[in-house]
């Protein structure tokens, strides 16, 4: 992965980059990169973009996305969905930053990247002991927690609404899927991580081939997140000015999301030994209000609920098989964590 450093020494190579593919004669400086994020998958650093032409100086800040060099935790990692995906969702309802500029010359970071527009507001923690313990969920009044909660379901239900058909969506999206043949293919691509990450983990297999032989029939598809969390949204005045983090974005039914949405806020409390914060509301209210904003009842939210808890629980092992040699896990880590007693429970 590109780190700071090494975009730092290659600055010049992308503010010249950025001139030439700016109209007449503009040119462009970027000030010291700023560290926001960073994981397996991605870098992410803030600078200030200073657009110069004959009309004088215009500021912007910005945000720096590179791709990891040796795809992290997903060796199929792919940027450019993440970007296009955002890029698709510009003209809707769903607030995503504006996406400015894909960069795949390798000569340019080394790596492709893109830029896009820096969003400001608050983001929940996603560092111990999560937003039920710390933060902006934390610090707020039970008001404020409503009202950012249901803004969350507001943005997820928006999202889904959408007409996946009249969506620009890359390439790898296939609109045209049915809900069952979307299902198969997140299995598919569970099976996929399980094989690479060389773990036998018997409940694992024994969830993917209890849902294979459950696959609801003749459900609707939209475009989903893949991470709908408080941890992907940047809010501002208690309304969702953002939604992050589009790189597990897929066709499929929309139960997922919902589902997901409900499953991290009981696994972060649950993984951060705090207690769930007193005033967000419950999964039955969220699910009513999800429904009255979707237009339709949610089916087969059960289904979707042991398949999420299996996509964070093989995320884990994957993480736990990938990740560097410094990072320690505590014995026996691989079957008893959060998400894996979470799946064997729903199991039960």
């Excluded at 992290?72 to 769903?94: C, N, S």
């Excluded at 507001?154 to 790898?172: E, F, I, K, Y």
């Excluded at 997922?256 to 649950?270: I, K, M, N, S």
């Excluded at 398949?307 to 014995?331: G, H, I, N």
Aim: proline share 8%; charged share 20%.
């Amino acid at each position: 992965m590109p780190d700071l450093d090494v975009v730092e020494r290659r600055r010049g190579g992308l503010e010249k980059w950025l001139t030439a593919a700016l109209p007449g004669d503009a040119s462009v400086s970027l000030t010291p990169f700023m560290p926001a994020s960073s994981g397996f998958s991605n870098v992410t650093l803030l600078t200030e973009m200073r657009i110069t032409d004959a009309q004088g100086t215009v500021s912007r800040d910005v945000v720096l996305r590179a791709q990891s060099t040796d795809g992290g935790l997903f060796p199929d990692y792919d940027l450019r969905l993440q970007y296009d995906v955002m890029a698709a969702l510009v003209p809707t309802e769903v607030p995503v930053p504006d996406v400015l500029w894909f960069i795949d010359d390798p000569e340019v970071l080394g790596a492709p990247c893109y830029l896009m527009e820096h969003v400001k507001g608050e983001v929940a923690s996603g560092f111990r002991p999560g937003f039920h313990g710390h933060g902006l969920f934390f610090d707020a009044t039970v008001a404020r927690r409503q009202a950012m909660w249901f803004a969350a379901i507001d943005v997820m239900a928006a999202l889904h609404r959408v007409p996946v058909a009249g969506l620009a969506l890359p390439t790898s999206l296939n609109p045209h899927l049915t809900g069952e043949a979307a299902l198969h293919g997140l299995l598919d691509a569970i099976e996929t991580q399980l094989s690479r990450a060389r773990v036998e983990v018997p409940l694992l297999h024994e969830a993917v081939r209890k849902l294979r032989g459950s696959v609801p029939q003749n459900v609707p598809v939209a475009l989903c997140w893949g991470d709908a969390r408080p941890g992907n949204i940047i809010y501002r005045d208690d309304e969702v000015v953002a939604t992050l983090d589009w790189e597990l974005a897929y066709v499929g039914p929309p139960e997922g999301d919902l589902a997901y949405f409900l499953l991290v806020d009981e696994v972060v409390a649950e993984l951060n030994d705090v207690p769930r914060l007193p005033g967000l509301p419950d999964s039955e209210s969220t699910i009513a209000h999800y429904e009255q904003k979707l237009g339709r009842p949610v089916s087969d939210l059960a289904f979707h609920t042991v398949l999420q808890a299996l996509r964070m629980a093989t995320m884990l092992a994957l993480t736990v098989a990938l990740s560097p040699s410094q990072l320690t896990f505590p014995p026996n880590y691989l079957t008893d964590n959060v998400a894996m007693r979470r799946l064997s429970a729903l199991m039960d």
